[in-house]
């Protein structure tokens, strides 16, 4: 099944992408895919890929001397190829699932979008070394600014839908400018004005701009007792030896021990009741002894007779 073409700027070839509704290796449920170059002379050849898995892009270079390809399962794999669709250089695996190539050729950017992280890696296309990496996170859009320096990511609608906004690069990492949208504002698109420049030579990052780069990265979170200041918490070791002492005992002696207790706050409770008892019961001959009403009133008969 053919899936995309995808021409080079001079016209001179063109990739395919296609795929199999069937995988033959049991390996995808998807299918299988395969790239193929096809000459404008019509030679033909197929890409051979060092990894399985999905293709997720192909881009040829501007001088249409050479493609990009990012392929297999991740960590993705990214490879230069020439026209004979032998390969050039191979950039290794990582988070990856695009390759975008400067309008000069000089500058290859293998990103990372969707549900990875928004990795950047940038590599000089002439001597295959790493310029610098960055990471422009929940981004679903980059393009090269026609400078071949600067570079724009943007969050854009329908993909997502909050924290719309665009942000402008420079490849060694630093961040121009920002634009966010107002809440309940959605934005669909951004694209630079076209123009032509020279090309510059290929800058790489100095000591200090390095070390100002892992300045500004989050600190690495230290205690309070490792960083010289005094702990803000209690740790077991604090705890008092009562404490200390009631933990070590085992689950067999505190329940032998609560049973104890309750033994012991029947018998004070059954001693204060026979108490309480003995203190309502009246002496014997009090007058406070009850006397039946029949015998009351036989010893008042008995008076009135005398």
């Not at 995808?28 to 890409?47: C, D, F, P, R, T």
């Not at 250089?89 to 990372?112: E, K, Q, S």
């Not at 961040?175 to 790489?204: C, D, M, N, T």
Request: hydrophobic residues 30%.
């Amino acid at each position: 099944i053919l899936k995309t073409l995808s021409f080079a700027f001079q016209a001179s070839g063109v990739l395919v992408l296609t795929s199999t509704e069937v995988d033959k290796t049991g390996g995808s449920y998807y299918g299988e895919q395969g790239l193929h170059y096809i000459g404008a002379n019509g030679e033909s050849s197929m890409v051979p890929l060092a990894k399985k898995g999905p293709i997720y892009s192909a881009e040829w270079n501007p001088d249409s001397k050479d493609f990009c390809v990012v392929y297999g399962y991740m960590p993705a794999k990214a490879t230069l190829y020439n026209v004979k669709c032998e390969p050039i250089f191979d950039f290794g695996t990582g988070p990856r699932n695009a390759v975008h190539i400067n309008p000069h050729g000089n500058i290859l950017c293998l990103a990372g979008f969707g549900n990875l992280r928004g990795n950047l890696e940038f590599w000089s296309r002439k001597d295959h070394k790493l310029i610098n990496k960055t990471q422009a996170s929940d981004s679903t859009f980059f393009q090269w600014c026609p400078d071949g320096e600067h570079f724009v990511t943007a969050t854009t609608a329908p993909r997502l839908r909050e924290g719309n906004g665009y942000k402008i690069w420079h490849y060694l990492g630093q961040q121009l400018h920002s634009f966010s949208a107002a809440p309940k504002e959605e934005l669909w698109e951004v694209s630079w004005r076209p123009g032509e420049f020279p090309e510059k030579e290929i800058r790489y990052p100095t000591a200090a701009e390095l070390k100002q780069k892992e300045a500004a990265k989050p600190a690495v979170y230290r205690p309070p007792n490792a960083r010289g200041k005094p702990r803000t918490f209690l740790s077991k070791e604090d705890e008092s030896p009562a404490k200390d002492a009631e933990k070590q005992l085992s689950k067999a002696a505190a329940k032998n021990k609560k049973k104890r207790e309750a033994k012991t706050r029947a018998r004070e409770r059954e001693a204060e009741e026979k108490k309480a008892a003995e203190a309502e019961k009246p002496a014997e001959g009090s007058p406070t002894e009850a006397v039946a009403p029949e015998e009351v009133d036989k010893k008042i008969r008995n008076l009135k007779k005398n």
